[in-house]
C-alpha cells in the first residue's frame, strides 16, 4: 500500500467512534486548550464566540484526558531495576 493511503484527519469528525489521538494531536490540543480557556473567559468576547469556545475547550479537556488515561503506566526504575 502506498504511505499516504491512510486516514485523511481533516476530514475526521471529532464525535467518531474511531478517531485516535497521537502524541502529537495531544500536544496541539495543550497548546491549544489555553487560547480557548482564555477566549471563553474574555467579556469582550461575543457572547456566542464566547460559548463556542467554551465548548471546545470542555472537548478539548475531554480529549486530553482520556488520551492520558488510555496511555500505560510509567514505569520507574531504581538502580537499574524496574519496580
Do not use: F, W
Not at 17 to 40: G, Q, S, W
Amino acid at each position: 500500500m502506498p504511505a499516504d493511503d491512510g486516514p485523511d484527519g481533516s476530514l475526521c469528525h471529532s464525535t467518531c467512534v474511531n478517531l485516535a489521538y497521537t502524541d502529537l494531536d495531544i500536544a496541539e490540543h495543550r497548546a491549544r486548550l489555553p487560547v480557548l480557556m482564555t477566549e471563553a473567559l474574555d467579556p469582550m468576547t461575543p457572547r456566542p464566540r464566547r460559548d463556542r469556545a467554551a465548548a471546545q475547550a470542555d472537548l478539548i479537556l475531554s480529549v486530553i484526558e482520556q488520551h492520558e488515561m488510555s496511555r500505560p503506566k510509567a514505569v520507574h526504575t531504581k538502580g537499574g531495576q524496574t519496580t
